[in-house]
């Protein structure tokens, strides 16, 4: 399967909610393979369709003590825990610079493998935090928008600096 090119930051698909898995057939599998082949090639912790250019609702992640990819179609946090955790966030749609996120320590999520069967996990520590990055970013919902407006800034002078023509 191909590696696909990355979607990068400002592009506008980034910020739009990636909508939800209809059909359980090949082409959601071969978009599936394209996301992890392109996972492994950048050396991500997860990938979603926008961040190949795919509006579909479906995360590849590889974030765990095992690190074996895990497919998420239609993923969606169904509970958070009041208590919370700090992590190092970045993407792959902005590569080069990261912030630290705070977000809930665990969560409950509720997906379908690309059979469609449902299943349901708790997660927590950064795995958690890979979850709901990825979910976000599914809903249209770039990392940075998780920081405040002064660490933004800060993340996308940053940016603007290494990729500078």
């Keep these: ?19 939800p898995v209809a059909a359980f057939d090949a082409a959601l ?6 996301l992890l082949d392109t996972l492994r090639a950048v050396s991500a912790l997860g990938l979603t369709g926008p961040h190949i250019g795919v509006p579909v609702r479906l995360t590849v992640i590889r974030a765990g ?5 895990r497919t998420y179609v239609n993923p969606e946090l169904v509970w958070a825990s009041p208590e919370t955790a700090r992590h190092r966030e970045g993407s792959v ?6 912030e ?16 469609g069967t449902a299943h349901e996990a708790e997660e927590e520590g950064f795995a958690a935090a890979c979850l709901q990055h990825e979910i976000d970013q599914l809903d249209g919902l770039f990392w940075i928008e998780r920081l405040s407006r002064l660490k933004r800034e800060r993340v996308l002078k940053r940016y603007a600096k290494l990729h500078r023509g």
Excluded: F, K, N
């Excluded at 399967?1 to 909508?19: E, N």
């Design 29 to 34: 599998r071969t978009i599936a393979d394209d």
């Design 93 to 98: 749609s902005m590569p080069g610079v990261d």
């Design 65 to 69: 003590l095992e690190l074996t990819p």
């Design 1 to 19: 399967m191909p590696v696909r090119p990355l979607v990068l930051y400002p592009d506008p698909r980034l910020r739009l909610a990636a909508p």
């Design 100 to 115: 630290e996120i705070e977000r809930p320590a665990r969560v409950r999520v509720r997906w379908r493998d690309l059979d």
